[in-house]
């Protein structure tokens, strides 16, 4: 699945709030994954550009510019563990390593 938007709404309802939106034809990927960081202020997200899979992107909850967060490999279904100082994914080929990193986060 692919989008260009990351949007938050209010568990009651009402009007979603875009926090980041890409350019035309740009696209999240998110076969990598989405995560909310512990304190609640950014949302970590995957690659948009196929040709650097290797990328995961820091937004604002209260929207902004993106951080980039570099990893220097492939990334695969990430998932920020609830201290926020790890970050779990797969990698290889076939996604059949399971990679934990500590001190993730600033």
Do not use: C
């Amino acid at each position: 699945m692919v989008s260009n938007v990351v949007s938050t709404i209010a568990v009651s309802g009402g009007e979603a709030r875009a926090l980041y939106t890409l350019k035309d034809g740009m696209r999240f990927h998110w076969g990598v994954g989405l995560s909310w960081t512990p304190d609640g202020r950014h949302v970590i997200v995957g690659p948009w550009d196929t040709d650097k899979p290797d990328e995961l992107w820091s937004i604002p909850a209260t929207g902004g510019e993106l951080r980039k967060l570099d990893l220097g490999f492939k990334v695969k279904d990430m998932s920020l563990h609830p201290d926020g100082r790890r970050i779990a994914f797969t990698v290889g080929k076939y996604n059949n390593e399971v990679w934990v990193m500590e001190n993730f986060l600033p």
